[in-house]
């Protein structure tokens, strides 16, 4: 079996914001018919949830291959943050604890994290914008990547204010795209064309206390407040792997400055520091990004990291 055709997949997996085909009308154009599927609201560490999930269906013998994609048109129509189609909706649900108080986008929502973290711990925007000089550099690399332009400090700057201390250029790239990973049994995987990369542990979608805010059962300068406890559960005890490269969730500058500050990489608070000292270029110890992720490659809800990663780890990536 030289490679893995679209009959072969039993299995699918997707999750969406109400922007997105579910499984079964693609698996319907695909001309597959599913032994199991799901289709789920997320975002963030939802690839990596679904991945758990989909070596789980096949080690329990629900389906042999799973597709696990997420497609998107978040530049043309259904942009986040009330542009377009998406801001005529009333807003319910979960809505109801966050619209009133202006808290509508993502930007909204970590704004008061990050202004946290530059008052207690002195972290200032032109370290934090680091990050987005050092993404832009690596998807200048990347013929996939929708900027490949190479951003300075000071263009990050001086771009406008979206939600203070965000600026424009602090914000990751707004994309329709569709990406999608193929996932199966180690036995299956080895007559496949691609070399196999094994999968030795998932965390994913792990909350708070509460999912609406950043500060009822953790300080708020935490990613999320629940970044330490995915790293004790992806690395329990002293086991704790730190890999040469790294590939963290850049909705923002600071999120991807906050990661690295909470799984470990560097201490709480040196975060800003860490990420300025060129460590997270090509070419420094920990370089991060390196296609250029959601700050300038596109914006996939973490999909493209699990796939940079995949390409790096088969050695395709150059």
Same mark, same amino acid.
């Given at each position: 079996?030289?490679?893995?055709?679209?009959?072969?997949?039993?299995?699918?997996?997707?999750?969406?914001?109400?922007?997105s085909?579910?499984?079964?009308?693609?698996?319907?154009?695909?001309?597959?018919?599913?032994?199991?599927?799901?289709?789920?609201?997320? =975002?963030?560490?939802? +690839?990596? *949830?679904?991945?758990?999930?989909?070596? #789980?269906?096949? !080690? /329990? =013998?629900?389906?042999? +291959?799973? *597709?696990?994609?997420?497609?998107?048109? #978040?530049?043309? !129509? /259904?942009r986040?943050?009330? +542009?377009?189609?998406?801001?005529?909706?009333?807003g #319910?649900?979960?809505?109801?604890?966050s619209?009133?108080?202006?808290?509508?986008s993502?930007?909204?929502?970590?704004?008061?994290v990050?202004?946290?973290?530059?008052m207690?711990?002195?972290?200032?925007?032109?370290?934090?914008?680091?990050v987005?000089?050092?993404?832009?550099?690596?998807?200048?690399?990347?013929?996939?990547?929708?900027?490949?332009?190479?951003?300075?400090?000071?263009?990050v700057?001086?771009?406008?204010?979206?939600?203070?201390?965000?600026?424009?250029?602090d914000?990751?790239?707004?994309?329709?795209?569709?990406?999608?990973?193929?996932?199966?049994?180690?036995?299956?995987?080895?007559?496949?064309?691609?070399?196999?990369?094994?999968?030795?542990?998932?965390?994913?979608?792990?909350?708070?206390?509460?999912?609406?805010?950043f500060?009822?059962?953790?300080?708020?300068?935490?990613?999320?407040?629940?970044?330490?406890?995915?790293?004790?559960?992806?690395?329990?005890?002293?086991?704790?792997?730190?890999?040469?490269s790294?590939?963290?969730?850049?909705?923002?500058?600071?999120?991807?400055?906050?990661?690295?500050?909470?799984?470990?990489?560097?201490?709480?608070?040196?975060?800003?520091?860490?990420?300025?000292?060129?460590?997270?270029?090509?070419?420094?110890?920990?370089?991060?990004?390196?296609?250029?992720?959601?700050?300038?490659?596109?914006?996939?809800h973490?999909?493209?990291?699990?796939?940079e990663n995949?390409?790096?780890?088969?050695?395709?990536?150059?």
């Amino acid at each position: 079996m030289p490679g893995s055709e679209a009959s072969q997949v039993n299995g699918m997996l997707s999750y969406h914001g109400g922007d997105s085909c579910v499984s079964p009308e693609v698996a319907s154009d695909l001309g597959i018919r599913l032994d199991f599927y799901m289709d789920c609201s997320g =975002g963030g560490s939802s +690839t990596e *949830a679904l991945i758990g999930l989909a070596t #789980g269906a096949i !080690e /329990v =013998g629900m389906c042999e +291959t799973v *597709a696990i994609f997420r497609s998107m048109n #978040g530049y043309s !129509e /259904v942009r986040i943050g009330g +542009t377009g189609r998406r801001a005529a909706r009333a807003g #319910g649900g979960s809505q109801l604890l966050s619209r009133p108080y202006g808290m509508v986008s993502a930007g909204q929502s970590f704004a008061p994290v990050f202004m946290r973290h530059m008052m207690e711990y002195g972290t200032t925007s032109a370290q934090v914008a680091a990050v987005k000089v050092a993404h832009s550099k690596h998807a200048s690399n990347n013929p996939k990547a929708y900027y490949k332009k190479r951003y300075t400090i000071e263009d990050v700057l001086n771009s406008r204010w979206i939600c203070k201390p965000l600026h424009l250029l602090d914000c990751c790239v707004e994309t329709d795209n569709a990406t999608a990973i193929i996932v199966t049994s180690a036995e299956r995987a080895r007559d496949l064309r691609q070399r196999p990369i094994y999968i030795m542990g998932v965390v994913g979608r792990v909350t708070k206390a509460r999912g609406d805010t950043f500060y009822n059962d953790a300080p708020i300068t935490l990613w999320l407040g629940s970044t330490p406890r995915r790293a004790s559960l992806v690395w329990p005890g002293s086991n704790r792997r730190i890999s040469i490269s790294t590939g963290s969730y850049d909705a923002f500058t600071f999120t991807t400055m906050l990661q690295l500050e909470d799984y470990g990489f560097c201490k709480k608070g040196e975060g800003g520091q860490y990420v300025s000292s060129g460590i997270i270029e090509l070419g420094g110890k920990r370089p991060n990004n390196l296609n250029g992720g959601h700050l300038c490659e596109g914006y996939t809800h973490g999909m493209n990291m699990v796939i940079e990663n995949t390409r790096q780890l088969r050695g395709q990536a150059r």
